[in-house]
T-cell receptor, first 117, second 115 residues
Framework: GAVVSQHPSRVICKSGTSVKIECRSLDFQATTMFWYRQFPKQSLMLMATSNEGSKATYEQGVEKDKFLINHASLTLSTLTVTSAHPEDSSFYIC?????????????FGSGTRLTVV | AQKVTQAQTEISVVEKEDVTLDCVYETRDTTYYLFWYKQPPSGELVFLIRRNSFDEQNEISGRYSWNFQKSTSSFNFTITASQVVDSAVYFCALRGYSSASKIIFGSGTRLSIRP
């Protein structure tokens, strides 16, 4: 089945530094990937939709300069949290749309727990 | 606008009890998809089921069953003879039929199964 690999699973960084999270589709091509953020005991909130070869579409209220998304190939999308601050500490999950003939499915990465100290 | 409501924030039952997780949705789309995902403590999202809006047949998979009622915009999930391993957060989600549609998640229900 379609698998999405997300790395790192856990990262601790100092305030002011940048962190890059990778999301790879292992056995399929993902033209569209999604990035979600999940605060403790809360639901997944869509941050942005990433399309291969074009600029990401950000949801309202998400700072595009803060959360840089790059989808340069059909198998890799990256999320870079720039100048991270403690309030950016959260669980980030990527998802890829999987072509299923004339239909679509979604598969999720295992998530990245970011702690900014 | 699309919305998914999971009114039950937390549920705790004793092992072997049956438990139903409620999900109510709102959408203007005539065709859409509904999902249930399981999120264990490790964090990854585990896909459980996808249901097309034009298929109201209920589904059973082992101890899991889903009741889709289009008339009441509900897509409830029942676990029969619950087990401790069922403890997790469960999310109900909705997506429109268009390829540009996004998945909208409910707020989740934290299910605890006590031995």
């Amino acid at each position: 089945g379609a698998v999405v690999s997300q790395h790192p699973s856990r990262v601790i960084c100092k305030s002011g530094t940048s962190v890059k999270i990778e999301c790879r589709s292992l056995d399929f091509q993902a033209t569209t990937m999604f990035w979600y953020r999940q605060f403790p005991k809360q639901s997944l909130m869509l941050m942005a939709t990433s399309n291969e070869g074009s600029k990401a579409t950000y949801e309202q209220g998400v700072e595009k300069d803060k959360f840089l998304i790059n989808h340069a190939s059909l198998t890799l999308s990256t999320l870079t949290v720039t100048s991270a601050h403690p309030e950016d500490s959260s669980f980030y999950i990527c998802s890829a749309r999987v072509e299923l003939g004339t239909n679509y499915g979604y598969t999720f990465g295992s998530g990245t727990r970011l702690t900014v100290v | 606008a699309q919305k998914v409501t999971q009114a039950q924030t937390e549920i705790s039952v004793v092992e072997k009890e049956d438990v139903t997780l409620d999900c109510v949705y709102e959408t203007r789309d005539t065709t859409y998809y509904l999902f249930w995902y399981k999120q264990p403590p490790s964090g990854e999202l585990v896909f459980l089921i996808r249901r097309n809006s034009f298929d109201e047949q209920n589904e059973i998979s082992g101890r899991y069953s889903w009741n889709f009622q289009k008339s009441t915009s509900s897509f409830n999930f029942t676990i029969t003879a619950s087990q401790v391993v069922d403890s997790a957060v469960y999310f109900c989600a909705l997506r429109g039929y268009s390829s540009a549609s996004k998945i909208i998640f409910g707020s989740g229900t934290r299910l605890s199964i006590r031995p």
